[in-house]
């Protein structure tokens, strides 16, 4: 009998996103979601945890002469050190972050799983006590905190700021200038505004944001677009893309079960591994937002994204 490889994948998802099972209303929207739904839930939800790694230290030149800089002295180094050493970050994120789905009946403004800064320019905001709250699950919440953009080996230090401060020019302006070769903000090819402009405003980047459309930033003349960007639903569309891949692959190993079995002999063997006549599959994170299949008796890994 042939396994529906897409309905494995989605019972993966229903069984390991970290929904509140609990809530009947939560639950029934989880388990009515088709398979592309749930893995733009699952990459919302992993993209808003930081994979502990290692990670080269890069101080914005604003952060360095910020005086709640020195003040803060303390947490911050502590912060800093956890970092670059690739120590756990996840005390210090948002508690919303254990909200993997919210009601899609909200406004992407008002949903709990959605980080729509993060979605729309790959900015995290990190809470920088040392002091744990009694549940001892997160640090102590409160202002200022730390802005940050996380890469595979590399994290850009943007500035101390506020939780007012999420629509700040100040944000973009260091984006844009600050680490230009690692493209933090993508500058659009011919076009140009007057040096004067900024495009929209903080107010207008507010109300566009809220609503889950992208707004772009000038700064002396040039046009800088995210380095990420919402989607209607206020996920991002690295979710959608990483989504439909993911999709389409599952639909490709499939094909390879169903009509082209040899293939897969002739993988295994490359492998130095031998496929077997009965094959048994499992669905598995191999690490966050790397997805495949495994074929258990020829320890054979199929990845799918």
Request: hydrophobic share 45%.
């Amino acid at each position: 009998m042939t396994v529906d490889l897409m309905e494995m994948a989605r019972a993966w998802a229903l069984a390991t996103l970290p929904y509140d099972r609990s809530d009947k209303t939560i639950s029934a929207e989880v388990h009515g979601m088709n398979i592309g739904a749930l893995l733009r839930a699952y990459h919302n939800w992993r993209t808003r945890l930081v994979e502990a790694r290692p990670r080269r230290l890069h101080l914005s030149s604003a952060f360095s002469a910020n005086p709640d800089a020195a003040s803060l002295k303390g947490d911050l180094d502590a912060l800093l050190d956890k970092i670059a050493t690739g120590q756990d970050l996840t005390p210090h994120l948002s508690k919303r972050i254990k909200m993997v789905v919210d009601s899609s009946a909200k406004k992407a403004a008002t949903r709990d799983d959605l980080d729509l800064l993060l979605n729309e320019w790959e900015v995290h905001h990190l809470h920088i006590s040392r002091q744990y709250e009694p549940s001892g699950e997160f640090v102590e919440r409160g202002d200022p905190l730390l802005f940050v953009v996380f890469r595979e080996a590399d994290a850009y230090v943007i500035d101390l700021m506020t939780h007012g401060d999420f629509n700040r020019d100040h944000i973009f302006r260091i984006l844009a200038l600050e680490w230009p070769e690692a493209k933090l903000a993508h500058q659009l090819q011919g076009i140009s505004v007057p040096e004067v402009s900024t495009g929209f405003n903080e107010a207008e980047r507010q109300r566009l944001r809220k609503r889950a459309f992208n707004s772009t930033f000038a700064i002396a003349g040039n046009v800088y677009a995210p380095a990420g960007g919402l989607t209607g639903a206020g996920t991002s569309t690295k979710a959608s893309l990483f989504a439909n891949w993911t999709t389409q692959r599952i639909l490709e190993v499939q094909d390879l079960m169903n009509n082209r079995p040899h293939e897969l002999v002739a993988l295994a063997h490359q492998e130095g591994r031998i496929w077997p006549k009965v094959p048994h599959l499992v669905f598995e994170e191999l690490r966050p937002k790397r997805l495949a299949f495994i074929e258990t008796d020829a320890k054979l890994v199929i990845p799918v994204s």
